[in-house]
């Protein structure tokens, strides 16, 4: 069992940076993909990023790309998603995801095994 808790939403500006955290507990934390999805008012979650257990391979949305960083420590078993240049598009409930292939979760988020609770991040015009 793992358990996500997910920190560093909030409300910036268009153009703005935030940097997101999420911090596992549970064992086995190097094993497991990890990973960022969204979830804007009335639309499905969607994929952000993802990053493998040794932090070696990363993906990214096309809307994201260039904009959005994935990384992760393990000896702190926490996984990070900094934000820049960011839009009103933006605004959404980020979620931490854990566990999952990331070549099927990132158009089928009902793969993902764990959840974090969301952080809301919010971008004003």
């Known amino acids: 069992q793992v358990q996500l808790v997910e920190s560093g939403g909030g409300l910036v500006q268009d153009g703005g940076s935030l940097r997101l955290s999420c911090a596992a507990s549970?064992?086995?934390?190097?094993?497991?993909?990890m990973g960022w999805f969204r979830q804007a008012p009335g639309k499905e979650r969607e994929f952000v990023a993802s990053?493998?257990?040794?932090?070696?391979?990363?993906k990214y949305a096309d809307s994201v790309k260039g904009r959005f960083t994935i990384s992760r420590e393990n000896t702190k078993n926490t996984v990070y998603l900094q934000l820049r240049s960011l839009k009103p598009e933006d605004t959404a409930v980020y979620y931490c995801?854990?566990?999952?292939?990331?070549?099927?979760?990132?158009?089928?988020?009902?793969?993902?095994?764990?959840w974090g609770q969301g952080t809301q991040v919010t971008v004003s015009s």
């Open positions: 995801a854990a566990d999952f292939d990331s070549n099927e979760a990132t158009s089928n988020p009902g793969l993902v095994k764990y």
């Open positions: 549970g064992r086995g934390f190097i094993l497991y993909n």
């Open positions: 990053i493998t257990g040794n932090g070696r391979n990363t």
